[in-house]
Nanobody, 126 residues
């Protein structure tokens, strides 16, 4: 069984930065692509970013492109989400997810991912 654990959320003022971390254990980390999603109150869970197994390829949702950076350290079984220039509309619970059994271009779809963390709250004040 794979365990996925996020950390690094918190309260930050608009324009500030946060870095989220996600550790995945229980399976060879480098064999899984990783993604970040978020869910704001009253809204659907939405795709934020995706990184390939090697880290060579990344994808971002338009609202976060050029502000957020996803990266991974396979030696540490960890994926990161560096969030800069935060806005109040970035407030949400952020979830890390691991994608082992599927591949291809459907990385924005939540059910393409096999394992999920419990989420970490990010709150951006105006």
């Amino acid at each position: 069984q794979v365990q996925v654990v996020e950390s690094g959320g918190g309260l930050v003022q608009a324009g500030g930065s946060l870095r989220l971390s996600c550790v995945a254990s229980g399976r060879t980390f480098s064999s899984g692509a990783m993604g970040w999603f978020r869910q704001a109150p009253g809204k659907e869970r939405e795709f934020v970013a995706h990184i390939s197994r090697s880290g060579a390829t990344t994808y971002y949702a338009p609202p976060v492109k050029d502000r957020f950076t996803i990266s991974r350290d396979n030696a540490k079984n960890t994926v990161y989400l560096q969030m800069n220039s935060l806005k109040p509309e970035d407030t949400a619970v952020y979830y890390c997810a691991a994608r082992f059994t599927k591949s291809g271009s459907s990385y924005m779809i939540s059910y393409e991912y096999d394992y999920w963390g419990q989420g970490t709250q990010v709150t951006v004040s105006s």
